[in-house]
């Protein structure tokens, strides 16, 4: 019987993970290794759960919001 909960999520590698989270690559492994995005290191190489970078993404922004100076026009 499919049971929709234990689907299986694919993992993606650094390079497919840049596009959802629009960080160097470089940036995405230290956030990865310093547990800011989930992620699982198989060796030398991380891999990353779509829904994981969905997470990161609201907390990002808003960070970014509070972190950047007022415009003024």
Do not use: C, N
Request: aromatic share 8%; glycine share 4%.
């Amino acid at each position: 019987m499919f049971d929709p909960v234990h689907v299986f999520e694919p993992l993606l590698d650094s390079k497919q993970a840049l596009a959802p989270v629009q960080v160097h690559l470089k940036t995405l492994q230290r956030y990865a290794h310093a547990g800011i995005i989930a992620g699982l290191r198989m060796g030398k190489l991380w891999r990353f759960r779509a829904s994981d970078l969905d997470h990161y993404l609201p907390h990002a922004i808003s960070s970014e919001q509070l972190s950047m100076p007022p415009h003024h026009s």
